[in-house]
């Protein structure tokens, strides 16, 4: 059972859709991390969160500690969001990754 | 500041070959994290760094890896001998202090034939 798991694995979006990305946990947490990795390779640390909400620009992440969940929003998709979204935890000194979700936004 | 740098982008080496890969974090960074991706097994953490100490590495895969960071400026990540399923995307990141948002390298490129 992998500790992360993130929902859906692919996503494909019209351009301007609003957009919805899960993530839960099963272990306690001190820190929950959202990466944007781009179709070159490179990866972008989005946000990091312990609780509540954090937005930047188009994107907002929310945290859940009690039901140990998080979701990445973006809004008024657009092409250059096309990327893969990987969502990390950090336990004490261990860190669990998930599998990434896969985000394809069409003109 | 430049960023997280890495060395060298692209590595292609054979199989038994010794293979370094390097990183510059970003300075005044405290903890320098190294990483791999497959796409079997997605991003794993291989090992990190605080104030230059190893904190955990329990993600290293064997004793063929080891890694070091002499001082705040640098780090290595070294493969002896490699081998075919060791080809991967390695990363190395670093943050302002544990727990802080992390900035990632361009990564590079392992192949071994």
Redo the contacts between chains.
Sequence with gaps: KNEVEQSPQNLTAQEGEFITINCSYSVGI??L?W?QQHPG?????L??LSSGKKKHGRLIATINIQEKHSSLHITASHPRDSAVY?C?V?TG???Y????TSLTVIP | DAGVIQSPRHEVTEMGQEVTLRCKPISGHNSLFWYRQTMMRGLELLIYFNNNVPIDDSGMPEDRFSAKMPNASFSTLKIQPSEPRDSAVYFCASSLELGAEAFFGQGTRLTVV
């Design positions: 001190s820190a991390h990466l390779g490179g990866i972008v640390s946000f990091m990987i990390a950090r000194n261990q860190f990754f998930g599998t990434g």
